[in-house]
């Protein structure tokens, strides 16, 4: 399997799926400015939507949508229960947390991305995101992760879309059960594993998860002038 990827993006949420399930995968960096992959192939060719995250099967079939691309993957280690079984109350449950991850929070950070989009329009866009996390709130207050006890699929999507409040200057400190659940997977990522811990101890995985998890500032820096050509187009949610 190939996961295409960008620094920053959505792409993150899949990739820590694979790390979490130890599934052996190729890791193809996507220039989203020019659509180049790093193994120097046109990103488009494979997905025509031009969009991070794409997953290319053995068999060459692509698989896109990150909600998609994640129950995809845990359901090929279904005893890393990072996904309710199919067909199964809990994961139609686990089908509307995606969902809303990425109608309403994905999508609904787009538009603070958009240079174009003046402060005070964004402030209403700010507002709703603040209302949505009001509500994730209240889940994390009573339980460690969204759908329960247990690090899910869904936990990776929410926590790689939250490190974006970082880029917004949003501090996620004003919802605490939020920076709780973030400071907790972060540290286990931190810890040279993965978010539920798979992979600990070992020295390659352990150096490319600090290269995810803590090169973010570095990323900024470098790419300062990055911008998402797909949130940059004007979009109202
Ligand atoms: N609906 C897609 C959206 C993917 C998406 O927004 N990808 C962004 C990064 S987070 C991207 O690669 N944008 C570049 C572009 O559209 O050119 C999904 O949920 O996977």
């Not at 936990?155 to 501090?171: R, S």
């Amino acid at each position: 399997m190939k996961l295409y990827s960008a620094p920053n993006t959505c792409s993150l949420s899949p990739h820590i799926v694979l790390r979490e399930l130890d599934l052996p995968f190729e890791l193809v960096m996507v220039d989203n400015r020019t659509k180049r992959t790093s193994n120097g192939g046109d990103f488009r060719a494979i997905n025509p939507k031009g969009y991070v995250a794409a997953l290319q099967l053995d068999n060459g079939e692509v698989l896109t949508e990150g909600p998609a691309i994640v129950q995809y993957l845990a359901d090929l280690r279904p005893e890393a229960a990072l996904a309710p079984v199919s067909g199964s109350w809990q994961r139609v449950r686990l089908q509307e947390m995606l969902n809303y991850i990425g109608t309403e929070i994905h999508a609904g950070a787009s538009p603070l991305f958009n240079a174009a989009i003046p402060d005070e329009v964004k402030a209403i866009f700010r507002e709703r995101l603040f209302r949505r996390f009001g509500e994730i709130e209240s889940t994390l207050a009573t339980q460690d992760h969204l759908l329960g006890p247990l690090f899910g699929v869904a936990d990776a999507y929410l926590y790689t879309v939250l490190l974006w409040m970082e880029l917004f200057a949003i501090d996620i400190g004003r919802w605490p059960a939020i920076a709780a659940y973030m400071a907790r997977i972060a540290a286990s990522c931190g810890a040279g594993g993965t978010p539920g811990g798979a992979g600990g101890g070992d020295p390659d995985l352990g150096r490319d998860d600090r290269m995810l998890f803590h090169a973010r500032q570095d990323h900024l820096t470098k790419h300062a002038g990055w911008r998402n050509p797909l949130i940059v187009s004007p979009v109202i949610a």
